[in-house]
């Protein structure tokens, strides 16, 4: 199926929060994975006002922005995942978040904040979260280009990522795809810690046959480990062109991931607004995995889309 036949046979879907275009009820949705920020109170280093993306990225994303995006298709809860702030804000990012969570009034109910494990403070930083209502975790972004190779085997990382456990919070793996052994091997170095491996590994919508086959092994053997589940998020936005995909291009990463982890460790993530780099809007990129997933078990579904979520994060 190319794109447009999907985008038309799931148009109803894609707008109404009552049925699928089967005509089935529309399973509720916890995003996992909601970004949020305005550019007037928060520094992104990344987001580069010169470079091509900007025209997407360089804009303020706020709850209001979020409830327009996911209007219709019965998102009923989102976790916060931090923005990768510059250091000297991560406090800042943690106590706005905080105080949405609190203010009851939007569907962000949780969040995963912005640390770096092997830093000096990261302690004491860590601690305040112990037992936290709405701070389930902590990501560090992993994936960018001045990350040393095998920096998460760094004996000081892991001691950090070995106090969330003690804490009682998890790490979101936000990683290169050659690196994936290297987490594998993190999260054997910490047993007593839970981890979330963001946006299917990374896999990449351009890989060559020969590094989707990498991929495809490295999955299958870093889902062995069982403190550690699987977001089904993010990776549309390899795309080689906006919109440019189709379901065939989708759904090998998707239903490797998921097989991989199987039904009861995987969850869903909306990654918006970097979503919209591959996607041209974050409904597409939802109705596709709907799509995608709509042969499984409706058990399993619900699971992905919803269930998995509220326990793994005690929503």
């Known amino acids: 199926m190319n794109r447009r036949d999907f985008l ?44 091509p993306e900007a025209k ?9 922005e979020y409830a327009e995006a996911t209007k219709g298709l019965n998102v009923v809860k989102a976790v916060y995942m931090e923005v990768d702030v510059v250091p000297e804000q991560q406090q800042k990012e943690a106590d706005y978040v905080i105080e949405l969570c609190k203010g ?6 949780a969040a995963v904040v912005s640390g770096r494990p092997n830093t000096d403070g990261f ?9 936290h209502k709405y701070v389930k975790g902590i990501r560090q972004v992993l994936h960018v280009k001045d990350t040393p190779a095998g920096y ?15 804490l009682g919070l998890s790490f979101d793996m936000c990683v290169r795809p050659a690196e994936l052994p290297d987490f594998a091997k993190l999260a054997d170095k910490c047993p007593g810690t839970r981890f979330i491996l963001d946006h299917c590994g990374n896999g990449d919508l351009k890989h060559t046959p020969a590094q989707r086959d990498q991929w ?24 080689k062109e906006r919109g440019k995909w189709t379901l065939d291009d989708l759904a090998p990463i998707v239903n490797h991931t998921l097989d991989s ?3 009861d460790r995987v969850m869903f993530g909306g990654d918006w607004p970097v ?19 709509r042969d499984r078990k409706d058990e399993d579904q619900k699971k992905l889309f919803h269930d998995n979520a509220v326990k793994f994060y005690g929503l």
């Not at 109803?12 to 109170?41: F, R, Y």
């Not at 302690?123 to 037992?131: I, L, N, P, T, V």
């Not at 495809?216 to 795309?239: H, P, Y």
């Open 275 to 293: 979503v919209l780099l591959g996607a041209e809007k974050y409904g597409d990129w939802l109705t596709a995995l709907r799509t995608i997933v």
């Open 152 to 166: 998460c085997l760094d004996d000081k990382f892991v001691k950090g990522i070995q106090l969330l456990g003690e």
């Open 104 to 109: 009851g009034k939007t569907p962000t109910c």
């Open 56 to 64: 997407i990225l360089a804009h303020n994303f706020t709850p209001k």
């Open 216 to 239: 495809k092994k490295d999955m299958t053997e870093i889902a062995k480990r069982k403190n550690l589940v699987g977001k089904v998020s993010g990776f549309i936005a390899s795309a």
């Open 123 to 131: 302690e004491k930083y860590a601690k305040q979260f112990k037992g």
């Open 8 to 51: 038309a046979a799931t148009a109803v879907a894609a707008t109404s929060s009552l049925a699928t275009s089967e005509d089935k009820p529309m399973i509720p949705v916890v995003d996992t994975h909601q970004h949020l920020w305005n550019l007037d109170e928060l520094k992104l280093a990344w987001v580069d006002p010169k470079a």
């Open 261 to 263: 982890f199987g039904p």
